[in-house]
């Protein structure tokens, strides 16, 4: 990877302002934009959707699939420096664009997170210096591998090794006949088969690291999820132990560097009672991106993972982050556009607004919506990141939001 510098408000040897891109026009491509904006630099967004939340406000918006050989290289011509929003972005077409301009992370990368048979080999690899290995697993890519799959696996979770996301492409089983019907379901595409493991709870880590191998990382933030969905995020002294929290912060440097990653990484990890009965981490999956367990850091942080994508891309200087307030990132789910106050099963055909008036009449809400012209019960519409200057008071305030929202109290 060169060292080059893309500086905002410069311009390029075409004579063009300098202009970053970005593969797929989801929320995530839309706050990078919005970072790489308020710093100065024109966007690009490549992606086929011609109501995509990052297209509908970035500069340029190439309407083409990813893999259109006129799409891509219409990007490259725009862009300076590329990057994705997204894991399943084709590696032909990084590879493609890396050819011509500068793409962080790297298609090999990117190849490495979208597989979790990849990344599992990966984390099993790095388990030696970051001293924390993935759950017990077995790769299952054939029916003499299915029928050798060792019983101590179950009761395990069945997971697609390609384009799961939001707990989808996954099967609990409890039984060998339940783990083959599900296989069969699932039409013997290549996958991996996890032990279940008993959670004390769940949480991940940003790290931002540029192309001189400078890493820095962001504070670890602790993850609740809701029918596989993160619905949401705590970071502040004392949401997880200090030493866990360390390690994890370790394990995610170690895993970068080991992948000579430049860009925005996140890893998921597992906090779980060991045979001792202590708390032990697990690494669970990667993300070559931002995250959305790192939304809080727009609010409660001096720089965001989403400005800190921006400077690893643009070769810019990556000071260490400093969160300045205790923060808990709320999910909106387009549930809540059904009926405020109604819980899930009854809501009505209707979609209204919640009720930001009263959210955001309470001090240190900030209210993140995506653009996206439909609510639909499940879809990402936009987030609530909520700080205060107590931990007490960022918990009280959360709980009313919560309760406005007709959402499940914390810890319920
Ligand atoms: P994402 O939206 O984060 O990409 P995903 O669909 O790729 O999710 P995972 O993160 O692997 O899937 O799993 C989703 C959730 O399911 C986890 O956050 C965790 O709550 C639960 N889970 C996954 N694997 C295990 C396991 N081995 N044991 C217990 N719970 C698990
Ligand atoms: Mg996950």
Sequence with gaps: ???????????????????????????????????????????????????????LISHHHIKTPYADEAGLAQLAQRCDAITTEFENVPAPALLALAAQRTVAPSAACVAVAQDRVKEKAHFTDCAAISGVSPAPHAVITTDAMLAAVPADLLPGILKTARM???????????????????????????????????????????????????TVSFPVQKNTHHDGILALTEVFEGALDPALAQRAQASTVAIADHLRYVGVLCVEYFVVESATGALD??????????????????????????????????????????????AIMVNLLGDLWFEPNAVRTQRTERATSPPWAQVLALPGTHLHLYGKLNARPGRKMGHLNITASTVAHVRETTAKVLALLGLPAMGA
């Design 1 to 55: 990877m060169n060292l080059k510098t893309y500086l905002p408000g410069d311009t390029s040897s075409a004579g063009q302002p300098i202009t970053l891109g970005v593969m797929g026009g989801g929320q995530l491509g839309r706050m990078f934009v919005q970072a790489a904006q308020a710093m100065g630099y024109t966007t690009a967004v490549l992606d086929p959707d011609p109501a995509s939340p990052a297209g």
């Design 164 to 214: 799961g996301y939001d707990g989808k492409g996954q099967a609990r089983v409890t039984t060998r006949e339940e783990l083959a019907a599900a296989w069969d379901a699932m039409d013997k595409v290549p996958c991996v088969l996890e032990k279940m493991l008993r959670l004390r709870a769940e949480c991940s880590v940003i790290v931002a690291r540029g192309a001189d191998g400078a």
């Design 281 to 326: 981490l697990v690494v669970n999956e990667m993300a070559p991106r931002p995250h959305n367990s790192g939304h809080y850091t727009q609010n409660a942080c001096d720089i965001s993972q989403f400005e800190a994508q921006v400077r690893a891309l643009a070769g810019l200087p990556l000071p260490a982050p400093r969160q300045h307030s205790p």
